[in-house]
């Protein structure tokens, strides 16, 4: 029996295994929020299959904090946080890792709060054009839940980052 190993062809990413998931993720201290990502595909179907990372900074603005959620048959998937403090000169953020289906590779893009006052001065929101910043902000409702939608393609796309 031979045991030369031979490259297999690149597969989209996926199947994810739920027990590499953090549902239990114990938020740092801070003022609590409830997000709710929705992800859409180019056709604007839901995408149910999805995993997002998420890396965050605590309240006080120190990076640390680390979850991992799939999307449900609705394509959302929900957890509680903290609103992140300001990291130098960046508005409150967190920075999302998007898997899903039909991507070869993990998509970049980061989620900022609309009503943030610091967004104005942040350097990384800077860098992309006015009309497109929207795609990147979570929305509070009158219900104080968070939320924010992906879309992996079409007039509205989200603006994902070439990191």
């Not at 039909?102 to 998509?107: A, D, E, P, S, V």
């Not at 990384?124 to 910043?133: F, K, Y």
Request: net charge negative; charged share 25%.
């Amino acid at each position: 029996m031979s045991m030369e190993r031979i490259p297999t062809p690149s597969q989209t990413i996926g199947p994810f295994f739920h027990l590499c998931l953090t549902p239990n993720w114990k938020a740092p201290e801070g003022d609590r929020i409830h997000l709710s990502c929705r992800i859409l595909d180019g056709d604007g179907a839901l995408v149910d299959d999805a995993m997002l990372e998420v890396w965050q900074a605590d309240a006080a603005g120190k990076y640390g904090c680390f979850g991992r959620f799939c999307t449900k048959e609705d394509g959302v998937c929900a957890f509680d946080t903290v609103k992140p403090g300001r990291v130098g000169k960046q508005a409150p953020h967190l920075n999302v890792l998007l898997f899903a289906r039909g991507l070869l590779k993990q998509l970049y893009t980061r989620i900022y709060f609309a009503d943030e006052p610091s967004n104005q001065s942040d350097p990384i929101l800077a860098l992309v054009p006015e009309d497109r910043r929207n795609t990147l902000m979570a929305h509070r409702t009158e219900s104080n839940i968070w939320n924010f939608e992906i879309r992996l393609c079409s007039d509205c796309e989200t603006v994902f980052f070439d990191v």
